[in-house]
């Protein structure tokens, strides 16, 4: 039986199909100009290793470096080709097989292979693989004949114990601290200053950066602090599951804790995490605060307690000025000074702003977006409130424009004064409605009271005898002022 005849019909080759050989091709030209060498063996070798990733095929690799002249070109594509190392990670059997035609490697194919480390590092090998390198590139050192002591070569020999160590960044910043020396002398000395776009070196400035943190005075500014607030600094990985951003807030946070935090700190933390008194799903509190731990979180919420009141008594101080209104610039002083007395006898446990549209928009002329606190928005052109927890025991809350000041004993369960994904109130929400609704939830009770400033004192006797009798006790005299503390004394009694 004769079976039919089999016809193919294969297409034209188009030019197109060869875009990629060509493309190769036009690399390997480029960067053998670069290697300072004209060797067509090498050239061959790069194009074909080249050729290899870019057909998506890295596993390849290995069975295709036989030869000296294939090592040289496998360690120079590592260290300077992108389109290289962008289709592929870095394997052991890769490392092995660089040994396989010969061990040891010659001196150049060292130099490259020490080179794409301080460049490459960590972006194309995980931890195991990355130590697999250190390993090779030390056992090689170790091999070698030096005539030239001040080589680059002579130098990784003599400083293998900091370079190539499983922390190397952190050494060689603790090199250049023990030497009492500049960064980039050391970099000089250690041979590493050609590197300094690369990866190595790059965790080595973020390394030098938490090192100055550690030790520049409590709350200081200083130029370091511009540069830890850089996205790409912050969102650095240090190790599997933190940033170097949460390495800066924990040495801020911390070095800063046991006193009132400076502004310049405060900025930093701020501009990095955001206010920490946010609902805990929203993706800034899960990025940074998360990781920080409650106790730093508390001190955080305790200095932002502190810029909270701060802030309202600018717009306060601001709303009586704007307003001409005698009354109410004569009382800002008594109001000042009544609420930063309950904030220096460490009464204030949380606090929250309400800023009207107006308020908002004169802070935002002061401080950029990202410096100031969380806070929640008035539908009120000219009212903003401050409410502050004293104690654990007294609801607070303090206003602009005739407000009257309200102290509660418990916050009403339909108020959500503390939901921090309500970010809009209403006016009357604060200024009647939570009157009303307290005594609907509690009846008539002496839990709540509403004060009215006047010049006579007798607003702060009434609000520290409230407080007296829910069980705080206070200075009269740092709530009064030194000024008028005389004047209360004979009035009321106080001793």
């Given at each position: 039986m004769r079976l039919p005849d089999l016809t193919f019909e294969l297409p034209d080759w188009k030019a197109s199909d060869f875009t990629r050989i060509h493309d190769a091709e036009k690399k390997v030209k480029q960067i053998g100009r670069k290697a300072g060498t004209g060797s067509d063996s090498f050239h061959k070798a790069c194009l074909k290793l080249l050729n290899i990733v870019l057909q998506k095929q890295p596993e390849k690799l290995v069975s295709n470096i036989t030869?000296?002249?294939?090592?040289?070109?496998?360690?120079?594509?590592?260290?300077?080709?992108?389109?290289?190392?962008?289709?592929?990670?870095?394997?052991?059997?890769?490392?092995?097989?660089?040994?396989?035609?010969?061990?040891?490697?010659?001196?150049?194919?060292?130099?490259?292979?020490?080179?794409?480390?301080?460049?490459?590092?960590?972006?194309?090998?995980?931890?195991?693989?990355?130590?697999?390198?250190?390993?090779l590139i030390c056992s090689q050192l170790s091999q070698l004949k030096l005539s030239a002591a001040l080589s680059d070569l002579a130098s990784y020999v003599k400083h293998a114990a900091v370079l190539f160590s499983a922390s190397g960044p952190a050494q060689v910043v603790a090199f250049a601290r023990n030497k009492q020396s500049d960064l980039d002398g050391v970099l000089r000395e250690l041979g590493l200053n050609a590197f300094s776009h690369g990866r190595f070196l790059t965790l080595c400035r973020y390394q030098y950066y938490l090192e100055t943190l550690k030790t520049i005075p409590v709350g200081a500014e200083h130029d370091i602090l511009s540069e830890v607030v850089k996205s790409e600094v912050i969102n650095a990985p240090i190790d599997d599951s933190h940033l170097l951003g949460h390495a800066v807030l924990?040495?801020?946070?911390?070095?800063?804790?046991?006193?009132?935090?400076?502004?310049?700190?405060?900025?930093?933390?701020?501009?990095?995490a955001g206010d920490p008194r946010v609902p805990t799903s929203s993706p800034n509190y899960q990025k940074w605060w998360v990781l920080l731990g409650e106790q730093r979180i508390g001190l955080m919420r305790g200095w932002l307690s502190r810029f909270d009141l701060a802030l309202f008594l600018k717009v306060l101080e601001q709303s009586a000025r704007?307003?001409?209104?005698?009354?109410?610039?004569?009382?800002?002083?008594?109001?000042?000074?009544?609420?930063?007395?309950?904030?220096?006898?460490?009464?204030?446990?949380?606090?929250?702003?309400?800023?009207?549209r107006h308020a908002e928009h004169y802070l935002r002329k002061s401080f950029k977006k990202e410096e100031l606190p969380e806070y929640a928005l008035v539908d009120s052109p000219e009212t903003s409130m401050i409410y502050l927890n004293l104690?654990?025991?007294?609801?607070?809350?303090?206003?602009?424009?005739?407000?009257?000041?309200?102290?509660?004993?418990?916050?009403?369960?339909?108020?959500?004064?503390?939901?921090?994904?309500k970010r809009l109130y209403f006016d009357y929400e604060f200024r009647s409605k939570i009157v009303r609704i307290y005594t609907e939830e509690?009846?008539?009770?002496?839990?709540?009271?509403?004060?009215?400033?006047?010049?006579?004192?007798?607003?702060?006797?009434?609000?520290?005898?409230?407080?007296?009798?829910?069980?705080?006790?206070?200075?009269?005299?740092?709530?009064?002022?030194?000024?008028?503390?005389?004047?209360?004394?004979?009035?009321?009694?106080?001793?």
């Amino acid at each position: 039986m004769r079976l039919p005849d089999l016809t193919f019909e294969l297409p034209d080759w188009k030019a197109s199909d060869f875009t990629r050989i060509h493309d190769a091709e036009k690399k390997v030209k480029q960067i053998g100009r670069k290697a300072g060498t004209g060797s067509d063996s090498f050239h061959k070798a790069c194009l074909k290793l080249l050729n290899i990733v870019l057909q998506k095929q890295p596993e390849k690799l290995v069975s295709n470096i036989t030869s000296s002249v294939d090592v040289r070109a496998f360690t120079f594509l590592l260290g300077v080709s992108e389109e290289f190392i962008r289709q592929f990670s870095l394997t052991r059997a890769q490392l092995d097989v660089l040994i396989a035609p010969r061990d040891p490697i010659s001196k150049l194919s060292l130099l490259q292979l020490i080179r794409a480390y301080f460049v490459r590092y960590d972006s194309i090998a995980n931890t195991q693989v990355l130590a697999d390198w250190r390993a090779l590139i030390c056992s090689q050192l170790s091999q070698l004949k030096l005539s030239a002591a001040l080589s680059d070569l002579a130098s990784y020999v003599k400083h293998a114990a900091v370079l190539f160590s499983a922390s190397g960044p952190a050494q060689v910043v603790a090199f250049a601290r023990n030497k009492q020396s500049d960064l980039d002398g050391v970099l000089r000395e250690l041979g590493l200053n050609a590197f300094s776009h690369g990866r190595f070196l790059t965790l080595c400035r973020y390394q030098y950066y938490l090192e100055t943190l550690k030790t520049i005075p409590v709350g200081a500014e200083h130029d370091i602090l511009s540069e830890v607030v850089k996205s790409e600094v912050i969102n650095a990985p240090i190790d599997d599951s933190h940033l170097l951003g949460h390495a800066v807030l924990e040495i801020l946070i911390d070095r800063a804790a046991g006193s009132p935090i400076s502004p310049a700190w405060q900025s930093v933390i701020l501009s990095i995490a955001g206010d920490p008194r946010v609902p805990t799903s929203s993706p800034n509190y899960q990025k940074w605060w998360v990781l920080l731990g409650e106790q730093r979180i508390g001190l955080m919420r305790g200095w932002l307690s502190r810029f909270d009141l701060a802030l309202f008594l600018k717009v306060l101080e601001q709303s009586a000025r704007d307003g001409s209104i005698g009354d109410m610039e004569r009382m800002f002083e008594p109001r000042k000074q009544f609420m930063e007395g309950l904030l220096e006898q460490g009464l204030v446990s949380q606090s929250r702003l309400f800023l009207s549209r107006h308020a908002e928009h004169y802070l935002r002329k002061s401080f950029k977006k990202e410096e100031l606190p969380e806070y929640a928005l008035v539908d009120s052109p000219e009212t903003s409130m401050i409410y502050l927890n004293l104690a654990g025991k007294v609801h607070m809350i303090e206003g602009s424009h005739s407000f009257k000041l309200k102290l509660l004993d418990t916050l009403p369960s339909q108020f959500k004064l503390l939901d921090y994904s309500k970010r809009l109130y209403f006016d009357y929400e604060f200024r009647s409605k939570i009157v009303r609704i307290y005594t609907e939830e509690f009846g008539k009770r002496r839990g709540i009271a509403e004060l009215t400033h006047d010049v006579h004192l007798n607003w702060q006797h009434n609000a520290i005898q409230f407080l007296s009798e829910q069980g705080i006790s206070v200075s009269a005299y740092e709530l009064i002022g030194a000024a008028r503390y005389r004047e209360y004394k004979s009035k009321f009694g106080v001793s």
